[in-house]
């Protein structure tokens, strides 16, 4: 497996901006870092529960299907080229929606946010299936998945603030930077 592709991928896609982090980031500057790290708490149960049940999902079905993960690394491929794309031309002057700050909400912000849903579902069979098959191998790389969303939603709890304004002024550079590293992590899938 190339470690380094496989981390790019979680880092970028947890350390982005996307619907869980803009939230999180409107969270603190609305009701403050504690509200923001209980939000945070549910966000990340529930992307452990999310990557928990695709690790399971997957190894029940490469071990009935044996083609899926060829199946699932191309969709998990032309997803990071999407997600590339996306963060290319990323507008992060569009006003932010806020929401209630619990648990309860940033649990259930990671069952209806896309990003985490199709990211829960590519980056076991894309990066750690076609390597390691034992349980326990898939489990470490869960809990190792789970704390790099955690550090990426933790970050933007702490540093909000900096990183809004760093968007904001550098928008373009930041963007056309982390679209070229996801890149990347799609091709390394193949190599």
Do not use: R
Request: with cysteine.
């Amino acid at each position: 497996m190339n470690i380094t592709s496989f981390l790019l991928y979680c880092f970028i896609v947890t350390f982005t901006p996307g619907p869980t982090n803009i939230v999180i980031l409107s969270t603190v500057q609305k009701f403050g870092t504690k509200k923001a790290m209980e939000y945070t708490y549910g966000a990340t149960i529930a992307f452990a529960l999310l990557l928990a049940i695709s690790a399971m999902l997957n190894t029940m079905l490469i071990t009935i299907m044996p083609k899926i993960l060829f199946a699932m690394q191309i969709i998990g491929s032309f997803y990071m080229f999407y997600l590339a794309y996306q963060i290319y031309k990323m507008d992060s002057s569009k006003p932010t929606v806020y929401q209630t700050a619990s648990f309860m909400s940033g649990f259930i912000m990671q069952f209806i946010n896309p990003k985490v849903l199709v990211f829960t579902m590519t980056v076991i069979p894309s990066f750690i299936m076609p390597h390691y098959f034992t349980k326990s191998a898939v489990t470490v790389s869960v809990i190792v998945i789970t704390l790099v969303g955690f550090l990426a939603f933790a970050t933007w709890v702490l540093f909000g603030t900096v990183f809004k304004e760093f968007l904001l002024k550098h928008k373009k550079t930041v963007n056309v930077m982390m679209a070229l590293f996801l890149a990347y992590a799609a091709v390394m899938i193949w190599i």
